[in-house]
């Protein structure tokens, strides 16, 4: 979900909003551009775990979406380019979903801040929980509940490590192929799922799902619900009531908080 805004001393820098990613992030050649100037160092976690990076602080800024004049940002050398290639910039879900209820709607291209959200009665809700700064949501594949991230940064409907699933739940292909992921490389194959996948109160088909090789891991880049699967919902996500909603009709209503629509 990319956008374009002002960073720095660079009027047009190429924004992606990444629900799978942890600390925003930039690459060195934004950094030159925004003449961003150094602050230190910090210790990855999530998908930047297992290395020190450099922190910045950004002047400047200013987005619809994120309003972060002064916003300290670590700078990856070449983990965001690996992810989506002509990215000079990544706001991972920890930067808006403090602010309040957040309608991410992947199929119209757009995260809008909610004034506030009442649910109607016939919602069913899940459980939402942060970790590393990600929103993870029970998802339920037949009676067995799984813990998946809300990844829009990844085209999957769903990825998932193969041991984490009861035996007979998936029918995997021969096929094994490997996939860039936050500058790692993650080998999976094609599967199908053969029990149904419910997300609140829907019962979903998710097609073809990529099973992640390996053991289970509790990382974002091996278990998550991707942009294939979340353009079917609006999904509402509210971290002070710990809760998700997997919405097919929501109502779009007036905000007054709009925080971008990407064209």
């Given at each position: 979900?990319?956008?374009?805004?002002?960073?720095g001393?660079?009027?047009?820098?190429?924004?992606?909003?990444?629900?799978?990613?942890t600390?925003?992030?930039?690459?060195?050649q934004?950094?030159?551009?925004?003449?961003a100037?150094?602050?230190?160092?910090?210790?990855?976690?999530?998908?930047?775990?297992?290395?020190?990076?450099?922190?910045?602080?950004?002047?400047?800024?200013?987005?619809?979406i994120?309003?972060?004049?002064?916003?300290v940002?670590?700078?990856?050398?070449?983990g965001?380019?690996?992810?989506?290639?002509?990215?000079?910039?990544?706001?991972?879900?920890?930067?808006?979903?403090a602010?309040?209820?957040?309608?991410?709607?992947?199929?119209?291209?757009?995260?809008?801040?909610?004034p506030?959200?009442?649910?109607?009665?016939?919602?069913?809700s899940?459980?939402?929980?942060?970790r590393?700064?990600?929103?993870w949501?029970?998802?339920?594949?037949?009676?067995?509940?799984?813990?998946l991230?809300?990844?829009?940064?990844?085209?999957?409907?769903?990825?998932?490590p193969?041991?984490?699933?009861?035996?007979?739940?998936?029918?995997?292909?021969?096929?094994?192929?490997?996939?860039?992921?936050?500058?790692?490389?993650?080998?999976?194959?094609?599967?199908?799922?053969t029990?149904?996948?419910?997300?609140?109160?829907?019962?979903?088909d998710?097609g073809?799902?990529?099973?992640?090789?390996?053991?289970t891991?509790?990382?974002?880049?091996?278990?998550?619900?991707?942009?294939g699967?979340?353009?079917?919902?609006?999904?509402?996500?509210?971290?002070?009531?710990?809760?998700?909603?997997?919405?097919?009709?929501?109502?779009?209503?007036?905000?007054?908080?709009?925080?971008?629509?990407?064209?």
């Amino acid at each position: 979900m990319p956008f374009s805004c002002k960073v720095g001393a660079d009027p047009a820098m190429r924004v992606v909003v990444d629900t799978g990613w942890t600390r925003p992030a930039m690459t060195p050649q934004a950094r030159q551009r925004a003449q961003a100037r150094s602050v230190g160092t910090v210790r990855g976690v999530g998908l930047m775990s297992g290395s020190d990076y450099e922190l910045v602080r950004v002047e400047g800024m200013k987005s619809a979406i994120w309003i972060a004049d002064g916003a300290v940002v670590a700078v990856v050398d070449d983990g965001i380019r690996r992810v989506v290639p002509d990215a000079d910039m990544i706001i991972g879900a920890e930067a808006f979903l403090a602010c309040g209820p957040v309608r991410v709607s992947v199929g119209r291209r757009e995260i809008v801040l909610l004034p506030e959200w009442t649910p109607s009665g016939s919602d069913a809700s899940v459980p939402l929980r942060l970790r590393s700064g990600v929103p993870w949501v029970s998802v339920y594949f037949g009676t067995q509940a799984v813990d998946l991230a809300i990844d829009t940064g990844s085209d999957a409907t769903i990825a998932i490590p193969g041991d984490a699933l009861a035996t007979g739940s998936l029918s995997v292909e021969d096929r094994s192929m490997s996939a860039m992921t936050a500058g790692q490389s993650v080998r999976w194959s094609r599967g199908r799922l053969t029990v149904p996948v419910v997300l609140g109160d829907s019962v979903v088909d998710p097609g073809v799902v990529q099973v992640v090789e390996g053991p289970t891991t509790e990382c974002s880049a091996t278990q998550h619900i991707g942009r294939g699967l979340l353009r079917k919902f609006d999904v509402i996500l509210d971290v002070s009531k710990g809760r998700a909603w997997f919405v097919r009709h929501s109502p779009v209503g007036s905000s007054r908080h709009r925080m971008e629509r990407y064209q």
